[in-house]
């Protein structure tokens, strides 16, 4: 595998289910991204990890619930969504994140949810 | 606020055209850096270019070509001689570089939706 693979590509839960999302990426790098991607809008950051670490929540509803074990996977756990909710759901890494640099992302083909 | 533009919400053209994808922003930073991004029907974006505010060079790569005007706030996006390939969203984006205390964002235009037809 290269690049940033993303797990399912698609699915399609109940307001009621739980699932998640897994993301990894192959690339060595450091930091890792989740975005959603709804119609008409831009793309939206959601949650920023740095070395494992949480460095951005960008006001995403608990419903949400991300988790990176280690540098090269990244997990979102959905419980409870609403059909707003669905989107196309993007992971991304990149060399770094701090301060200073801005480092170019690497997309995963993203996970279509679509929630019922 | 920062803010970019893709006044072109789709863009229909014949194979061997060349076509121009527009990127207007607007910022109050001196120092700041911007991005063009291609989604294929694949779903992934493919990072395309990264250039900052200081470097008013213009970029060639191949079929690609950039064209980064401070005093219009522009960088526009030109493919020649296009292929089918190409057609895809094209998205601009926006980073600043943060002063003390805040984390930069990536401000994304809503992109172009390319088409190329044979």
């Known amino acids: 595998e290269t690049g940033v693979t993303q797990t399912p590509r698609h699915l399609v839960m109940g307001m009621t289910n739980k699932k998640s999302l897994k993301c990894e990426q192959h690339?060595?790098?450091?930091?890792m991204y989740w975005y959603k991607q709804s119609a008409k809008k831009p793309l939206e950051l959601m949650f920023v990890?740095?070395?494992?670490?949480?460095?951005e929540n960008n006001s995403v509803p608990s419903r949400f619930s991300p988790e990176c074990p280690n540098s090269s996977h990244l997990f979102l756990h959905l419980h409870t969504l609403q059909p707003e909710d669905s989107a196309l759901y993007l992971c991304a890494s990149s060399q770094d994140y701090w301060r200073g640099q801005i480092y170019e992302q690497y997309f995963g083909p993203g996970t279509r949810l679509t929630v019922t | 606020a920062q803010k970019v533009t893709q006044a072109q919400t789709e863009i229909s053209v014949v194979e061997k055209e060349d076509v121009t994808l527009d990127c207007v922003y607007e910022?109050?930073?001196?120092?700041?850096?911007l991005f063009w991004y291609k989604q294929p029907p694949s779903g992934e974006l493919v990072f395309l270019i990264r250039?900052?505010?200081?470097d008013e060079q213009n970029e060639i790569s191949g079929r690609y070509s950039w064209n980064f005007q401070k005093s219009t706030s522009s960088f526009n996006f030109t493919i020649t001689a296009s292929q089918v390939v190409d057609s895809a969203v094209y998205f601009c984006a926006l980073s600043e570089v943060p002063t003390a205390g805040n984390n930069r964002k990536l401000i994304w235009g809503l992109g172009t939706s390319l088409a190329v037809n044979p």
């Open positions: 250039r900052n505010s200081f």
């Open positions: 690339l060595g790098h450091n930091a």
């Open positions: 910022t109050r930073d001196t120092t700041y850096y």
């Open positions: 990890y740095s070395l494992e670490e949480r460095v």
